[in-house]
């Protein structure tokens, strides 16, 4: 049985040939030794370098975006170029949720869905190996072996993979034109919402803690592939909304306001909190928005072409107890 | 010149007393994040830390001035605290003295700039920085090739070797001379053994950096790259944040706000800003003339490496690494060196 790497650079190379697409984008090895980095290939001879594994962190979906396509030399898919683009499952589905919202044309793309089993996080591999700088791991046997300057520790798999893949309920794409790899089983059917049952006070200290390590780059809503507006609110200056200093109450501000803008849309991919140079994590209150969203209005983004998105409609049985 | 060292647990009631005079910031963890604060637990092992002390002098958010009821007052310019920041790495120390020449505070110095920024200037003036040298670089550590190194001096009062047991003290400039001899740190005089062995350990440490790739001719090269396609090789992945910006220890692009509240009392603040954001060169016209992440990324690229050399002498980098580790798409400065350093010059560019 072939190795999914090798099923992915098949298609990859195949796309490619055939002409059906003008550019791949996806995942090649990076830097250091548990990252990848994104890759864009437009000739043959670059397809060995593709990879998949647990390092592929970012979600590749957020290059489709009009501005950041618009940018490259490379022209953007509304003159011509197809872009094939390799996506896990949640990535699939910020891509279906792109098109959609018709940032993206169906047509433009090539959706080549991977087998995921899960991204690492890289604060708890650090937490695990006490911040020791790691040179190399392997994997075996649902354990990852690291080994430093002057260490070999292995940690279990299960322990240093993202909170959001450990939850994550639809790990095969729904909507694809390729797929490489095996369709996943055991996956979660509940959403897992951590501030559930946490008292005011509890979260409170929660928000406090997370939003106070924010130093306002921005790397999560520009990695996002669903942040896309031309002018993003907490940029504008005239009026301006929001201050754009560390002070915490306009910090508070920028995150929820993105979390709400992304309500119905997000599809917990968790690039957002990987993006993060200081660790802030709110994915917490992401799923709790989505878990909301399925509750009220049957919603999960991205699993269908063939929707409205809630919040771009309304029906007259939508839930109003909040204020009748 | 003598050599001292001081024993390890004698650093805690050290770093103590040293809070009588001074405000003092060491490197500290907290839920991940490694970064200078006054509180905390030291970590001799831990490396350089995720966010550079460039913050202590330069916050990310400063009062420029405040005013009430049409009273203007600058309490950052009036401070006289005295500041002492232990267990810098050499990147970051080196990082102080190139921002010391961009700030106008080295005016005897050949290139430095004619402004004076009083905020830093009145921050760094009489401020202490106890450099420990690095016996573990990181693979992301790449100083030597910037004229830097693990146990590099510069931008340092007192540089510490870690011995084992105790650290090697060594004074490096005029503050760090005075200091040793009239504060009562409790330093014996280091022995030829101690001596030795600080130097073995250097050695080790500078051995274990990958070999320098040398940049001598890197800004002449970039003089004769800005119209070539290389920039589309190299940008094409950045998403435009300013993840590597704000952690870099010699970046210090900045925006001034004015915040107010109703119209008698507010205050003017500068907070960080950034080259890679797409809005930093957005024209009031809507004109931008660095649309995309290429032109930006050429940007930063000249800055650090072609206009701080022109205008102040030297690469406007440290090597510390923080980009390479910070970046959410792990772009790899030095990546991008060796890229510019191989390219081939089109005919169009050759002069």
């Known amino acids: 049985m072939q190795s999914l790497e090798n099923e992915l650079k098949e298609c990859a190379r195949k796309l490619l040939t055939e002409k059906k697409v003008d550019l791949i984008i996806g995942y090649k090895k990076g830097a250091l030794p548990l990252r990848s980095t994104p ?31 618009a940018e490259h030399r490379t022209p953007n898919t509304e003159n011509h170029g197809k872009i094939g683009i390799i996506a896990k499952a949640c990535d699939a589905r910020a891509i279906v949720q792109l098109i959609v919202e018709k940032q993206v044309k169906k047509e433009d793309i090539t959706l080549i869905g991977i087998a995921c089993t899960g991204i690492l996080d890289l604060k708890k591999v650090s937490d695990g190996l006490d911040g020791k700088e790691i040179l190399n791991y392997k994997l075996q046997n649902g354990e ?4 430093g300057k002057d260490f070999k520790k292995p940690l279990k798999l299960s322990d240093i993979l993202c909170d959001v893949c450990k939850t994550c309920l639809n790990p095969d794409p729904s909507v694809y034109d390729s797929f490489i790899g095996e369709p996943i089983s055991g996956a979660k059917t509940e959403i897992v919402d951590k501030l ?54 306009d910090t508070f501000t920028f995150h929820i306001t993105r979390m709400l803008d992304t309500a119905g849309r997000c599809v917990g991919c968790g690039a957002c909190i990987r993006a993060c140079p200081t660790h802030v994590d709110l994915a917490p209150l992401g799923i709790k928005i989505e878990k909301e969203i399925k509750e009220r209005f049957g919603y999960t983004a ?7 998105p809630p919040m771009a409609t309304f029906d007259e049985d939508d839930k109003q107890e909040f204020i009748m | 010149m003598a050599t001292f060292k001081i024993k390890k647990k004698r650093l805690k009631e050290f770093i103590d007393n040293l809070t ?32 550079p002390p460039k913050e202590i002098f330069f916050p990310q958010t400063e009062a420029l001035l405040t005013y009430k009821e049409g009273e203007i007052s600058s309490p950052e310019q009036a401070s006289t605290e005295k500041i002492a920041i232990f267990g810098v790495r050499p990147c970051d120390a080196k990082s102080f003295s190139l921002l010391d020449r961009l700030f106008g505070m080295e005016p005897n110095v050949a290139k430095c700039s004619e402004y004076k920024d009083t905020y830093w200037i009145n921050k760094r003036t009489n401020a ?41 003290v060594e004074h490096c400039s005029k503050n760090g001379e005075e200091f040793i001899k009239t504060k009562g740190m409790p330093v014996q005089k280091a022995t030829k053994v101690d001596i030795k062995r600080a130097s073995s350990i250097r050695k080790k440490a500078e051995s274990t950096l990958s070999k320098p790739v040398d940049i001598t001719s890197l ?49 003017r603040i500068r907070i960080w800003d950034s080259c890679m954001f797409s809005l930093f060169t957005k024209e009031a016209s809507g004109h931008n003339p660095r649309p995309s992440s290429k032109e930006r990324m050429r940007q930063r690229i000249m800055h650090k490496f072609n206009y701080f050399v022109e205008n102040l002498g030297e690469f406007g980098c440290v090597g510390c690494g923080r980009c390479i580790r910070s970046c959410p798409v792990n772009v790899d400065i030095r990546e991008i060196i060796n890229t510019i350093k191989n390219v081939k010059l089109t005919v169009s560019n050759e002069k």
């Open chain 1, 39 to 69: 890759c864009f290939i437009r000739e043959e001879k670059d397809v060995d370098s593709l990879i998949f594994d647990f390092t592929c962190s970012n979600n590749l979906a957020t290059y489709l975006q009009k501005s950041k396509l």
């Open chain 2, 20 to 51: 009588k005079e001074y405000r003092v910031f060491i490197p500290v963890e907290s839920d991940g994040v490694a970064s200078f604060m006054e509180i905390g637990d030291l970590r001799f092992d831990s490396y350089n830390t995720d966010r």
């Open chain 1, 302 to 308: 991205g699993l269908s072409l063939d929707v409205i």
């Open chain 1, 196 to 249: 559930e049952g946490l008292s005011p006070d509890e979260r409170w200290e929660y928000f406090e803690r997370e939003i106070s390590k924010c130093i306002r780059c921005y790397a999560c809503r520009n990695a996002c592939p669903l942040c896309y507006c031309e002018e993003c609110v907490v940029d504008r200056t005239n009026p301006q909304w929001f201050g754009k200093s560390t002070e915490f109450s």
């Open chain 1, 144 to 147: 990852v072996l690291f080994q």
């Open chain 2, 219 to 267: 800004k002449e090269d970039l003089d004769n790259l800005w119209d070539n396609p290389v920039w589309d090789e190299i940008a094409y992945k950045c998403l435009s944040c300013a993840a590597c910006s704000y952690l870099c220890p010699t970046c210090y692009c900045f925006d001034i706000q004015d915040e107010r509240a109703g119209n008698a009392r507010g205050k």
């Open chain 2, 128 to 168: 202490l920085i106890f450099t420990i040298g690095c016996n573990h670089p990181l693979s992301t550590c790449f100083c030597n090739w910037l004229n830097g190194g693990p146990f590099n001096k510069e931008g340092t009062d007192l540089l510490l070797t870690d011995n084992g047991e105790d650290f090697l």
